[in-house]
């Protein structure tokens, strides 16, 4: 199986054509995410001149639209970032590849941390903005469950009484404020990572300013360091994988558990037409079960990729899986999750697909899907 990995990983890595790719499919990802900043704004601005005519529709309508636009815009951000350090991170393979053995040490070392202290200083936008795009996004994307929490158990119905209802109020609070603490200390991961990448770049820097001024005993040091803090950042960046992957599982299980009985219950209260059935409540509720089922899958998708970049992090940073100096990166002797990391770094197809389904696009239609026949009444301006 080494030996397998090892083909595909020497097959897919060419840096100038990983290079090319890289940036290709970040741009149709930004380009996706400002499409849905620029909606969520269009829509914000609509229900905002709405003025009292808002309190006609779903109250925390604006501040799912705020939590979108926010999101859409970290995550701008966060790509692009992104694609700067691969892009970088791929420069300076390229150089690896046509220098090493052409310019002397010191200036192949000095160009080296150079590319190196740009890239980890991209790396540490990246982290900082993925935090608050992760936090947002699922802040707008669990709205569904307050919404499907509402039309279940918290409309006035015969069968419930306000002590049932006030409970179930409780128990969706809770709910929502584990969401939110527990995105908040992935931030806090995340804001730890970007501070040691932010020193892994400034050491890159020394080290290549020491090259430059002939001082190779400094240089050395200093390049040893930027590795230090570098694996430093990677080990916080798998802990804050597994929470995130963690927390993705567990929203999967609420959804099928309390997201399929809240349908249900939706169901049977409008076949005893306790919602007065209508061309309206017809709308609303086929928006609400096409929006649970993509918001249901797209958090499903996304627990399984990153419980698997959990895994493939936390088994590079291993002891098991130490690199192997003695050859190359997609050599034999490397084991096969550094094979299989490599393929996943020089194959962003696969990445930006998941993050393009399961993030602006899935966001797209959480927007479609919450703005009802009445929230679009609210927001038609008036004649």
Avoid at 293 to 299: D, E, K, L, Q, T
Wanted: net charge positive; aromatic share 14%.
């Amino acid at each position: 199986m080494g030996n397998d990995w090892s083909t595909i990983c020497q097959a897919v890595s060419g840096a100038g054509k990983s290079r090319a790719s890289a940036t290709s499919v970040s741009a149709v990802l930004i380009s996706c995410w400002c499409t849905t900043a620029l909606a969520g704004v269009l829509v914000c601005a609509l229900w905002w001149k709405a003025g009292d005519r808002r309190k006609k529709a779903w109250p925390l309508y604006g501040r799912f639209v705020l939590l979108l636009v926010f999101a859409s815009i970290a995550g701008s951000i966060y790509s692009g970032a992104s694609m700067s350090f691969k892009d970088t991170v791929f420069q300076s393979e390229q150089f690896h590849n046509e220098n090493q053995n052409r310019l002397s040490f010191k200036e192949y070392r000095s160009k080296q941390a150079s590319l190196y202290a740009e890239a980890y200083s991209w790396n540490a936008v990246a982290a900082i903005f993925y935090g608050f795009k992760v936090l947002f996004m699922f802040s707008a994307k669990i709205q569904i469950m307050d919404r499907l929490v509402f039309f279940s158990y918290l409309m006035p119905s015969p069968s419930l009484t306000q002590q049932y209802r006030d409970r179930v109020l409780k128990i969706q609070d809770c709910f929502f404020y584990f969401i939110y603490f527990s995105c908040a200390a992935g931030c806090c991961l995340l804001f730890a990572q970007a501070y040691h990448d932010q020193l892994s770049s400034s050491k890159f820097f020394d080290a290549s300013k020491a090259y430059n001024e002939g001082n190779i005993g400094l240089g050395n040091q200093s390049y040893t360091d930027a590795f230090k803090f570098r694996d430093e950042g990677e080990f916080i960046r798998s802990f804050q994988l597994i929470l995130e992957g963690c927390v993705l599982a567990f929203i999967v299980l609420v959804f099928v558990i309390v997201g399929g009985r809240c349908i249900m219950r939706i169901h049977r209260q409008m076949q005893r037409s306790l919602l007065n059935p209508s061309k309206d409540t017809d709308d609303l509720q086929l928006k609400m079960y096409c929006t649970v089922g993509v918001v249901f899958v797209s958090f499903l998708i996304r627990s399984a990729f990153i419980l698997y970049l959990a895994a493939l992090s936390s088994s590079i940073n291993s002891r098991e899986c130490v690199f192997n100096p003695q050859c190359k990166r997609c050599g034999s002797c490397q084991c096969s999750w550094r094979h299989l990391y490599v393929w996943n770094e020089y194959t962003p197809q696969l990445e930006t697909a998941i993050n393009l389904v399961s993030s602006p696009v899935t966001l797209l239609a959480v927007l479609w899907g919450m703005t009802s026949v009445r929230i679009r009444q609210v927001c038609t301006p008036r004649s």
